[in-house]
């Protein structure tokens, strides 16, 4: 059973659409999102405060986790379908490389809203451990 939400003048959403390349596409063409450009340029400015602990919204922990597991996956020999088959063998390694970025272009997306709304100490996004 594919669950949906309702939100305020927009149509069920389902997880899996939710979670896809295309949800994302869907997402930055929202009236208020920051759009896919935007994003993208906010990316590498993304990774920079995690790693410094200075956004709140994503852990250095779980950045640095899916990133590694991305990359022993794509580099590694051992597939769900083997490199050698010179197609099909490649495009399990593009999925997972387009999960991850799909992901981190998400989280820009929430990270610029971030950044309009203020640095640490925000109300935007509340620290975790701290009472809101």
Known sequence: ??????????????????????????????????GLFRRL??????VSA???????????????????LAAVYVLSPLDAIPDVIPVLGWTDDSAVLLWFVTGLVRESGRFVSWEAGGRPGS????????AA
């Open 50 to 68: 995690v790693l410094r602990h200075r956004y709140p919204g994503l852990s250095r922990g779980k950045l640095l986790g899916f990133a590694l």
């Open 1 to 34: 059973m594919v669950r949906s939400d309702r939100r305020p003048g927009r149509g069920p959403v389902s997880p899996r659409t939710a979670r896809s390349a295309w949800g994302l596409y869907r997402e930055t063409r929202r009236p208020g999102e920051p």
């Open 41 to 46: 340029i906010a990316a590498p400015r993304l």
């Open 123 to 130: 109300a935007a996004l509340p620290r975790k451990g701290r």
